[in-house]
């Protein structure tokens, strides 16, 4: 049985290995190996990466992929996914061609504001911290004028503080709500150090105030940070044409549009549906998200919050049509970040930025806004269609084959073969099985 | 301004690559080294990489790290964690060794129930479908029984099929809700082909049934999909002890608690808190996910969408002090799987079960939700005492001594001055700077 270890943090990452290997991989060579095999050639390089986190022992690979084909107000990009799970980017690529032909997408950004909290808990008299409030609001504000400076100088900053009384829904729950301007900057260092300080200003101010100690209910700071709720830092991407435009393979345009919008109706109705049919928008979404380098966790629980924000968790898309025009939505919170956190450090990052050409956070937001709409499209045609199985298995192919440790010559009969037949787990292991019988 | 193009994906990476330099980074050499410095030098492993997913034409690395000294219902673990966020392995470290002395942590699997739709429009007499259902369902039971079989020998499979009227939220929408037990896989690939053929079964029995026809009511099949919304799918997961044991660094454990407490109940409140508080929660979930080769976007999108089942999104954890005694825990639904897709594949996934003694997929969604527990015990444990810029910032240092391209001396001698002075981005720069002037 593995033992504590302490001090563990202090090791080098050769020592931390080793202890890892000998505790829980009885000193396996393997285990070694395994990890080995993925470092860089380049130590400084590694080092590079090593240094992003904690501990780090390994780099652990997620495909790097492109999708290209998509117009954005006008302007041709090719997308950079960086995503594990197959057909996602096939599926974008699809939705990037076809909506290629019938306009593009359009981006719009209705607004840019982030927020942040100094949490407060305060059982005295209300008029009295109101009071005190705008007495010391202009301290705050010149309490952070040094963690400002820079983000001043650009444009951006704090915008205001407001005191809030929360307190039906919590006894003694005061906030002080302060919204912010980042820029290009995803901004949460900035918006938590800022936070912070307001804070230990506020309660400085607080101790000394002669009303609450008389009274001796001094307001307490509890916890001050950033929120990653952002519906006032929105986004809205979106595709339309007319019905007949959407005739394909087929179909015609205005069966296809009644069956697209009713799977989009069942996903504003059920959660059971809503939820799967947002978890594929996130799938376009976080691949820019992290080839990008930003945070995917802070962008995930700010959109599906925002999904329940009508009490009802729902579909984050919309489709309609009015006057034989057909449209289809989304509308989201995404604060994003080109400039600062990884977006200077990590190469590839970098790299995805400039195939990007360089876009501002708000220009980034319109993208990944896009890339969710595209995913979305996608999904919703082969679901009201062929069904997804098929396109699925089709692209999954090959993962099935390199489990099967399938030769080269093997994968290139199989996939002759399943152009064909229908691809399954188990087909696919009987073809196999056959060929090298 | 670059051009659209056609049959990509049927082009090779080099001449993907080959279109991307010279379309999107005017042939700059620079763009090619930079997604060659990533390619592994293992032909073979680099082709199981690319075949994830498609249009792979690079590795993006994150960090896979580890966090020693997890004790988890009497076992120690250490757990794999990919995440590119600086100070979450350092803060799950930190609560693990925490709670090591203090009992460690208990998880309990509460269900293990998954489900999925075929989603149906059908404007007839209600009665009748009611009636159709229960005379097809033996039919629609035995048409999956090729795809159940494996999964049925392992003890798992479809559990029951009900028709459910929806039609009060949608005119004319029904659905067949689907219940499953899919082991040890996430299962997606076989709920969806279970789905899809229950769907066929279905439709065919439907046109060829003489009431439906007469009243020309026939019910169509929209689309047929699994949920990522597993609430029949529970784990918990709780840390316990006495108020006093609490007590560290000089802060009284009663202080703590309270505090704490108070802290998980502003989170409980303010939809604003609740989103960074779980977000939190997240860094820890998904970077067990990843490690583990599982999706996070499902696991994301069915915890978020929980966290709002009663009508307001709201914390995830949940924390009070009852007769002396502090307790801390967490219930969430999680879907995962431990064989079949990428655990059978990425090399990095198999070497992160090995280390978590081969888990059962009830037992990694117990370690999940541990990692999550401890990432938000580490989180607001710094938010209620120092807050959490100042250990952030420290952790993050060395990534602005990157970003600076400092050698390694200078990284040394930056590292023994932020011991004792404050990081922040332009201390810093300025730190450095000098020591260049």
């Known amino acids: 049985m593995p033992v504590p270890v302490s001090g563990f943090s202090k090791k080098s990452k050769q020592e931390k290995i080793e202890w890892l290997v000998h505790n829980y991989f009885n000193d396996n060579e393997d285990a070694l190996i395994t990890l080995k095999q993925y470092w860089n050639n380049n130590t400084r ?10 501990n780090t022992i ?3 690979y997620l495909p790097f992929g492109i999708a290209p084909n998509f117009k954005i107000n006008g302007r041709m990009y090719t997308i950079p996914m960086v ?17 290629l032909d019938r306009g593009g997408f359009n981006t719009e950004v209705i ?7 100094v949490h407060i808990d305060y059982f005295g008299n209300k008029e009295l911290i109101f009071k005190f409030f705008a007495d010391v609001k202009p301290a705050l504000l010149v309490s952070i004028s040094d963690i400002e400076k820079n983000m001043k100088v650009r444009g951006g900053g704090l915008l205001d503080i407001e005191l809030i009384d929360t307190t039906e829904a919590l006894p003694g729950y005061f906030q ?29 101010k607080a101790a000394s105030h002669p009303e609450f100690s008389k009274n001796s209910t001094t307001p307490k700071v509890v916890l001050s940070i950033l929120s990653n709720y952002v519906p006032e830092c929105m986004v809205r ?15 015609d345009g205005e069966t296809f549009a009644r069956d697209f919008v009713r799977a989009v109706d069942i996903a504003r109705t059920e959660i059971r549906r809503a939820v799967t049919h947002n978890k594929g928008i996130m799938n376009g979404i976080d691949s820019v998200i992290l080839a990008t380098g930003n945070d995917f966790r802070a962008v995930e629980a700010g959109i599906h919050a925002f999904a329940a924000k009508e009490g009802k968790y729902t579909s984050l898309t919309q489709a309609n049509v009015e006057d034989g025009i057909f449209t289809f939505s989304i509308e989201i919170p995404l604060a994003l970040g080109t400039v600062g956190g990884l977006t200077g450090l990590h190469p590839l990052v970098k790299f995805a930025l400039q195939l990007l050409h360089n876009p501002s956070a708000q220009e980034l937001m319109g993208i990944a806004a896009v890339a969710g709409l595209a995913q979305n499209f996608a999904a919703i045609r082969s679901l009201v269609t062929t069904g997804i199985q098929k396109g699925h298995m089709k692209m999954h192919l090959m993962n099935i084959l390199n489990q099967l440790e399938a030769t080269s010559d093997e994968k290139e009969k199989a996939i002759q073969h399943f152009t064909k037949n229908t691809v399954s787990h188990i087909a696919a292991v009987n073809f196999i099985e056959k060929l090298r019988r």
């Not at 918006?191 to 230990?200: D, F, G, T, V």
């Open 45 to 54: 390089l590694q080092e590079l990466h090593d240094d992003f986190t904690e």
């Open 58 to 60: 390994s780099n652990y």
């Open 83 to 99: 995503i594990e799970e197959s057909s996602v980017i096939a599926a974008a690529s699809n939705a990037a061609k076809f909506w």
């Open 111 to 117: 607004s840019t504001i982030k927020n942040g909290q």
């Open 176 to 204: 002080l709500h302060c919204t912010f301007e980042t820029l290009d900057a995803m901004g949460a260092n900035f918006i938590n150090s800022c936070l912070e300080e307001i804070a230990i200003t506020f309660e400085q």
């Open 237 to 251: 991407a979106s595709v339309r044409c007319a019905v007949e435009e959407l005739t394909e393979n087929g179909t």
